[in-house]
């Protein structure tokens, strides 16, 4: 009891992981718990995130696959959130029932700051329909296709 009582009274804690009672400055700070900082220590911490990472390689790699194939979309996204910080973009109610609640759906990503206003049901519902604008997945230098061309 009376480790417990000293460990909350002063600036050491003790890790979770490998059991060493340390000082805060050892402990990535961690806001939202009582203490201030993450359970496990610094080296802990940074130890546990290379062998995460070690063992799920392939699924990080094929992560920043998808993220550069879909790169135009990405884009287009910072792009309308950046515009809405500015002042360049406000949001708009939902074009379908009024929601004050918005995304931003791009109809042509090659042209990211022109949007449609959908709330979130209306949204899916859109895309469950017409599916993914053509050129979501391209990285570079976006050819419509045949039939749109006439």
């Not at 460990?7 to 059991?19: G, H, P, S, W």
């Not at 718990?33 to 799920?56: D, F, L, P, T, W």
């Not at 910072?78 to 029932?97: D, F, M, P, T, W």
Request: charged share 35%; net charge positive; glycine share 4%.
């Amino acid at each position: 009891m009376q480790q417990l009582e000293m460990l909350e009274t002063t600036d050491e804690r003790r890790c979770c992981a490998c059991k060493e009672v340390k000082h805060k400055d050892f402990f990535t700070k961690q806001r939202d718990r009582a203490s201030g900082v993450h359970s496990k220590c610094k080296n802990c911490s940074r130890a546990y995130s290379r062998e995460h990472y070690r063992r799920n390689k392939e699924a990080y790699l094929k992560r920043g696959d998808a993220y550069a194939k879909n790169s135009v979309k990405t884009k287009a996204k910072k792009a309308v959130h950046y515009a809405l910080k500015i002042g360049k973009l406000i949001r708009q109610s939902c074009e379908k029932c009024g929601a004050v609640k918005t995304d931003a759906h791009h109809d042509d990503y090659a042209k990211p700051l022109e949007v449609r206003w959908l709330c979130r049901s209306h949204h899916i519902a859109w895309h469950a329909e017409f599916g993914e604008a053509p050129n979501a997945c391209t990285v570079r230098h976006w050819t419509p296709p045949q039939e749109q061309i006439l």
